[in-house]
């Protein structure tokens, strides 16, 4: 009794594991907070984001002074040295000679001979004994910048412009990263509806066969009507089949997309599509370029690329400052610390240096940064166009899709109509089996086409919206 009701309690898990029940049923909402907290690409984004705030502290180290400590200690010893030196031998004698006084120094008792210069030398062997000797300093540099041709308030400029530049481009991830998460999403919604109408169609062509060999058993129809209706069936189970490994690989995009294991079971909610009117005039076409995140994080690039030309300049400018030092000396650690009023020098100034050639260095600079700002410039111009060209084209697909899509709940209307009338005339014999067959393909493309067309136009509107930088969630 017991192993049957592990078994039957294996079966129940096995069962709810292989159809979904008891997972959790995951909003397009939800999908996207998955995906915002797991996506590598927004988290690098975001740490670039860091990166360039820190650039723009760092870019005040232009202006603000610096201020720097040493300290120093050390023992120097010098071994014994010998030296062949020229060593005087013999000298002059001054005959004024000098004065000699008393031992009280009062009284002259004679003159005394006085030694002149030499006059004779001789190379000899100089030994001069090993010694020790200890060194100790501690110093403090202060040195402020005052000019340098603008470099410094142009580099705090870029870091500004490179800060928001980040910013942008953060933006434009976690939009991107939306935009990706709709398209997955509601893609898997289209394949999972048009898994039910390959099912409507497989079931609707499992009970025309049964129907036709009811009607052969009877004599009302021929065995070829049967071997028809038998391969119609066929063809509406391959199209199932196909359909299954096509929400299988909708289900792995998903997840991919939100950054988990693509084997991730995942069941997702429907939901309501309401598709309005939409219209785009030439200001709303322009509202897009200033709202995109990708052209504003260009449009700061460009800034950047000009701020760096006007330092490239800067560098033909001279550059002065200002700058002082203290610093404390002696062979005793300990006196570097005490007796202030000794062992000590200080000194204050300012500095003027311009630079007069550096082997084309600074001209070389100027000429890259010139093409750097050309390049951002046309980047920045063929952006523009490619996003105009991207938003006119998404707005003109959504606008299709839409037309296209009410156009087919009218013909799926009439397919079924069509449908029904030809299963009744075949069933009273003034219709042929083929002409059942043919409105069961037109029922079947009808709900495709109006399946496709729907889902394709909310993932054109999110596509739409991603263009204009109006994406939320």
């Keep these: ?126 030994i001069q004994p090993e010694f020790d000797r200890d060194s100790y300093s501690f110093s403090l540099d202060l040195n402020q910048n005052i000019f340098d041709g603008g470099r410094w308030w142009n580099r705090i400029r870029q870091a500004k412009a490179e800060y928001r530049a980040a910013l942008h481009t953060h933006e434009s991830s976690r939009q991107l990263v939306i935009r990706t998460v709709k398209e997955a999403y509601y893609n898997l919604l289209k394949q999972l509806n048009l898994k039910k109408v390959y099912e409507e169609a497989l079931n609707s062509s499992e009970e025309q066969h049964k129907r036709t060999e009811s009607m052969y058993e009877i004599g009302s129809v021929a065995k070829a009507d049967v071997l028809k209706a038998k391969v119609s069936v066929g063809e509406a189970r391959s199209y199932l089949i196909n359909q299954n490994n096509i929400v299988i690989a909708a289900r792995y995009e998903l997840n991919f997309v939100m950054g988990r294991d693509p084997k991730t079971p995942v069941q997702i909610q429907e939901s309501e599509i309401v598709l309005q009117a939409i219209e785009l005039s030439d200001a709303e076409l322009e509202q897009a370029i200033v709202n995109n995140p990708v052209m504003q994080s260009l449009e700061e690039g460009l800034n950047s690329a000009e701020f760096g030309l006007k330092m490239a300049k800067g560098s033909f400018w001279p550059s002065f400052g200002i700058g002082g030092t203290y610093s404390r000396f002696n062979p005793e650690a300990s006196r570097i610390y005490k007796s202030l009023d000794k062992n000590y020098y200080w000194q204050f100034g300012a500095s003027v240096q311009f630079n007069i050639f550096n082997g084309f260095q600074d001209k070389a600079n100027l000429e890259i940064k010139q093409k750097e700002s050309f390049i951002a410039k046309e980047n920045y111009l063929e952006q523009k166009r490619q996003l105009k060209s991207d938003v006119t084209n998404a707005y003109l697909e959504l606008k299709a899709l839409k037309e296209i899509t009410e156009i087919n709940k009218e013909n799926l209307g009439s397919a079924e109509e069509d449908l029904r009338m030809a299963q009744e005339r075949y069933r009273v014999g003034a219709g042929t089996l083929l002409d059942i067959l043919d409105a069961q393909v037109s029922v079947t493309t009808a709900r495709g086409t109006l399946v496709r067309a729907k889902y394709d136009a909310v993932i054109a509107k999110a596509k739409l919206e991603y263009y204009m930088g109006i994406l939320e969630n």
């Excluded at 180290?61 to 020229?86: C, F, T």
């Excluded at 210069?117 to 000899?124: D, H, I, N, S, V």
């Design 1 to 126: 009794m017991r192993r049957c009701f592990y078994g039957v309690l294996i079966l129940i898990i096995l069962f709810s594991t292989q159809f979904g029940f008891g997972q959790e049923i995951l909003t397009l909402e939800q999908c996207i907070e998955i995906s915002l907290k797991n996506n590598s690409q927004l988290k690098n984004a975001e740490w670039t984001q860091k990166i360039a705030q820190s650039g723009v502290k760092a870019s005040y180290a232009g202006i603000l002074p610096s201020l720097n400590a040493r300290a120093s200690g050390g023992k120097y010893h010098q071994g014994d040295v010998e030296n062949l030196r020229d060593i005087p031998v013999e000298y002059s004698i001054d005959t004024l000679g000098t004065p000699v006084f008393d031992l009280e120094g009062k009284n002259l008792i004679g003159w005394g001979a006085q030694i002149g210069a030499p006059t004779k030398y001789e190379q000899r062997l100089v």
